[in-house]
Structures are given as structure tokens and as C-alpha cells.
């Protein structure tokens, strides 16, 4: 069974920096496909971006792009999410996710996987 922890998450002005961590645990060689969303209070989920374990492709969502880089450590089996230039309107919870095996690497992918319990960023003015 995978499972997710994510950390890293609290409250900085704009214009700073945030860096959160994702470790999963249990077999996740098959798990290729992973990535990040966010949800604000009264606002839909939103996909942040996804990145492939097998060449460390990345994609990101048009409002992060620029400030916000996916990346992984294979060796420890983390996913990070650098959050650069925050803006008041990333203030969310943030969650992992792990697409399940084999498919394409999307944002509808990791929807249908494994998915940690967030952990929350708060972007002040």
C-alpha cells in the first residue's frame, strides 16, 4: 500500500519562497506518474503540475509556471514542490498524488491515485 505524507506547508509574505516535500512509502516503482494539486477555500481543486519518474518530464499549470518547479529525489522516494514568487492567491492546501501504474502522465492521472492529506500554505500580504 503507497502512502503519502506531505510537509513543508505554513505562512510567508508574498514575494517568498516555499519548498514542500511529499515522502511516500510502500512499492511505488510502478507509480511513474506524480504531482501536486491545490484547493482554496470555496474554490476547485487545481492541478499544480506532474513530473514522470522515468525522465523527469514536468508540466505545470499556466498560473504557477515560471515560479513553481516539480522535482524528485529517486533515492529516498520524495517529491518536492519549490514554490518561488508566491503570490496571495496560492494560499491553499496542497496535496501530493501518485498516478497508478502504466498510462499517459497527467493531471487526470494522478486524479485516480494515491493522494496524501495536504498540508496547507498560507501567502500574506
Known amino acids: 500500500q503507497v502512502q503519502l505524507v506531505e510537509s513543508g506547508g505554513g505562512t510567508v509574505q508574498a514575494g517568498g519562497s516555499l519548498r514542500l516535500s511529499c515522502a511516500a512509502s510502500?512499492?511505488?516503482?510502478?507509480?511513474?506518474?506524480k504531482g501536486w494539486f491545490r484547493q482554496a477555500p470555496g474554490k476547485e481543486r487545481e492541478g499544480v503540475g506532474y513530473?514522470?519518474?522515468?525522465?523527469?518530464?514536468?508540466r505545470y499549470a499556466d498560473s504557477v509556471k515560471g515560479r513553481f518547479t516539480i522535482s524528485q529525489d529517486k533515492t529516498t522516494n520524495t517529491l518536492y514542490l519549490q514554490m518561488n514568487s508566491l503570490k496571495t492567491e496560492d494560499t491553499a492546501m496542497y496535496y501530493c498524488?501518485?498516478?497508478?501504474?502504466?498510462?499517459?502522465?497527467?493531471?487526470?492521472?494522478?486524479?485516480?491515485?494515491?493522494w496524501g492529506q495536504g498540508t496547507q500554505v498560507t501567502i500574506s500580504s
Open positions: 498524488a501518485a498516478g497508478p501504474a502504466g498510462g499517459v502522465c497527467s493531471i487526470g492521472r494522478l486524479l485516480i491515485g494515491v
Open positions: 513530473i514522470t519518474s522515468d525522465y523527469g518530464t514536468t
Open positions: 510502500g512499492d511505488t516503482r510502478n507509480r511513474y506518474c
